[in-house]
């Protein structure tokens, strides 16, 4: 059933690009195709009845009209289909419109069609030249109508051709209404068709955004993997089940296990691999179950490599974390680095200071006449190298300091310790590089101050002698006082207070960068690798604490180091 | 009386000094400059006093102050460790008497021992 009706509709279809060509021919094929239908249906039933009533086969002459008539209309409604199929325009509803208006005016006596029961007829070609041409063409329908009216009256005796003027005004009035109820059609559809395009537009512009989003997001992930896959670094990520769902070409390589072993492992998997002893094994295992935990970064030791892995929690855009990414850096080389750094560290140490100490030893020997007896002159020599072979000591000390600092290998020994104890032993160490100077070295402490404090007893000491030693190698004349004292309840400060040159403001953040000195020129003149200031800063923020400096040129500076006070309950004592 | 004092120390020139040191301080000095022969000689001697540096040859400084503390001849016997290694100055805290950091001033070994060798002649 769906098959006939798909293809009657074929047949009625009319392709066409403009739509209301379209519309129009396929009204008017099943105007035509309506008209075939009825001509067939009349044929054979004029067949049928003319077979059963005349069996002599005569025919009367309006019979013979009628079954030629018929076969005519037959005959050219196929022609006008079959024209409509093929001719694009006009043409044939057109044509079909001025048949219809010769064959009106055939179908009744002149008499009907122009004043009686048949003219009515007239209307017809009007409204359907309004359906199935442009609007407009009604009014041509009306005007065709009224010159074959008039012909027809001027056949009629008695019949002035005036008398027809109700009946235009009629036809003119049908055809308006005609042409703006087909106008009114024509509008709506064209609107209809307007919306269409419109909303067609708007599904094509649509499309083609999320197929460029599409694109983009797979250029987007294209990318990502090409990083994941470039990258130096072992990248393994686990769901939240702890099953490792990406793993990088760098993993297996820097890991020497095949990628389908760590894929779709778990973390116990991974830290049951051979090359990683009992220690490595739980460090990776915490690393893993518990990402994001400080430090950030772990050394693991791996075989024969050394790693440094961190671990982070992978989060969704909703900030649910679904598993983890742990990174794997080739430290091997670093590692190596940093082991020969110490084993320099340690062989500089020993190898500077043994010779320094025996050229201290000789010479102290000499001095305190363990050989014999010395004059002046002699003893005098012997403490000058005495005091530069101490200044030298002082050097590799500070120098060994700051690779210790740097190299992260300073410890800390916090005990409780009295400030007296702290401003006595550095009065006491630096009185006579004052004395020498001829300066004045005064130092305070304020009652607030607690009596005991908790801290590195030799590391504020080596802090303090720095800071007077740095003030007192920038003063010429004047003083040095040093103030313990507390700024605020919950902390304790040390301040250096000289009367030195001080310290030009645009040079005042520089000061505490190693081998810096205001002045580069001025390195030869006040001995010292500026070393001193880098490391005061280095021990106090590895002390918690902060340290400032107010300084006016010409005037003097201030050096103010603060620490949090400790509280002596926090701390066992040794 | 002169009280026996060993000096366990590989550098030559420090080695001198620290005799030298001992010596002011009325000690009578043996020198020892291997840690082989230091095992040997802590086994037959009663040092009143060793100065031991930890860096040796043959045994390190860590074995002989094991040594000591297993030997009861040398119950009382005073352990200066010398070493340039502040860190590891540390960590001898518990196992000597005194921890001295290189540099070690001739003036500065000799008033110290002076002050333990007097200490001792008046128990």
Redesign the interface.
């Known amino acids: 059933m769906n098959v006939v009706l798909r293809r009657i509709r074929n047949w009625l279809d009319v392709p066409s690009d403009d739509p209301d060509d379209a519309r129009r021919r396929k009204l008017l094929n099943i105007i035509l195709a309506g008209f075939i239908v009825l001509c067939i249906l009349l044929l054979l039933t004029l067949l049928i009845w003319l077979q059963f009533t005349k069996p002599s086969n005569e025919w009367s002459a309006d019979e013979k009209i009628l079954f030629w008539s018929t076969a005519g209309l037959l005959l050219t409604s196929i022609l006008l289909f079959v024209a409509n199929r093929l001719v694009r325009g006009w043409s044939a509803s057109g044509l079909f419109i001025v048949f219809m208006i010769i064959g009106i005016s055939f179908a009744d006596q002149p008499e009907q069609l122009v004043t009686g029961r048949s003219l009515f007829l007239f209307t017809i070609p009007i409204f359907l030249a309004s359906m199935l041409l442009p609007s407009w063409t009604a009014f041509i329908a009306a005007l065709l109508d009224m010159a074959i009216l008039a012909i027809l009256a001027r056949q009629l005796q008695n019949f002035p051709l005036s008398s027809l003027f109700p009946t235009y005004i009629g036809l003119a009035f049908i055809s308006l209404l005609a042409w703006l109820s087909a106008r009114g059609v024509e509008i709506s559809l064209r609107d209809l068709r307007r919306l269409n395009i419109e909303l067609d537009q708007r599904v094509a512009d649509r499309t083609r955004e999320l197929s460029a989003s599409l694109a983009r997001e797979r250029i987007e992930a294209g990318r990502s993997i090409a990083i994941l896959e470039s990258i130096t670094d072992g990248v393994i990520v686990f769901d939240i089940h702890g099953k490792a769902i990406v793993v990088n070409p760098a993993t297996t390589q820097l890991l020497n296990l095949p990628r389908d072993q760590v894929i779709n492992s778990s973390i116990s998997d991974l830290t049951r691999s051979k090359g990683l002893d009992a220690n490595n094994r739980s460090i990776l295992g915490d690393l893993l179950t518990n990402p994001g935990q400080q430090p950030a970064s772990y050394r693991l030791h791996w075989g024969k490599k050394t790693f440094s892995v961190s671990s982070a929690q992978v989060f969704d855009t909703e900030e649910t974390p679904i598993g983890t990414v742990a990174i794997f850096r080739d430290y091997t080389h670093e590692a190596e680095i940093e082991k020969m750094k110490d084993t320099i560290l ?1 062989t500089v ?2 190898e500077l ?6 050229i ?3 010479v ?2 000499l001095k ?1 006449a ?1 050989y014999g007896p010395i004059n002046e002159r002699q003893a005098r020599a012997s403490e000058r190298v005495i005091s530069n072979t101490h200044r030298l ?1 002082d050097i590799v000390s500070d120098l060994l300091d700051q690779a210790q600092i740097q190299a992260g ?1 300073m ?1 800390l ?1 916090i005990h409780p310790f009295k400030p007296n104890d702290l401003l006595d032993n550095v009065l006491g160490l630096m009185f006579k590089t004052a004395a020498d100077k001829h300066l004045a070295l005064t130092g305070e402490i304020e009652p607030e101050l607690p009596e005991i404090l908790i801290g590195d007893l030799r590391r504020l000491q080596q802090i303090l002698v720095n800071l007077v030693n740095n003030a007192l190698k920038f003063t010429e004349k004047g003083s040095v006082h040093i103030r313990l004292f507390c700024p605020d309840r919950k902390h304790w400060a040390m301040e250096v207070q000289d009367t030195g040159m001080g310290i030009p403001e645009d040079e005042q953040e520089h000061i505490f960068d190693p081998f810096r000195q205001v002045d580069n020129s001025m390195t030869r003149k006040y001995a010292g690798f500026g070393l001193g200031l880098s490391i005061v800063n280095q021990l106090v923020a590895l002390m918690g604490g902060d340290v400032a400096v107010k300084s006016t040129v010409g005037v003097g500076s201030v050096f103010t180091v603060t620490f949090p006070i400790v509280q002596t309950g926090g701390i066992q004592h040794e | 009386m002169s009280d026996l004092a060993y000096v366990i120390e590989d ?1 030559e ?2 080695s ?3 005799s ?2 001992l010596m ?1 301080a009325n000690y009578e000095v043996e020198t020892i400059v291997n840690g082989l022969t230091a095992h040997q000689r802590l086994k037959e001697g009663t040092p009143h006093l060793v100065l031991l540096d930890l ?1 040796l040859p043959g045994l390190s400084g860590d074995e002989l102050l094991n040594q000591i503390h297993a030997d009861k001849r040398l119950q009382k016997t005073i352990v200066v460790i010398a070493t ?2 502040a ?1 590891l100055g ?1 960590a001898y805290r518990d196992s000597a008497d005194y921890i001295l950091i ?6 500065q070994l ?1 008033d110290l021992t002076l002050r333990l060798h007097s200490r001792h002649d008046k128990d």
């Open positions: 340690a140490s020993h200071r043994t010779p320094l100490n025996a201290l030893g000789h102290e020997m305190e363990v000591l290998k410890s020994k | 550098d020139d420090l001198t000094i620290f030298e040191a002011a860096h340039a290694d860190r540390d290189k540099p070690i001033s001739f003036t000799r």
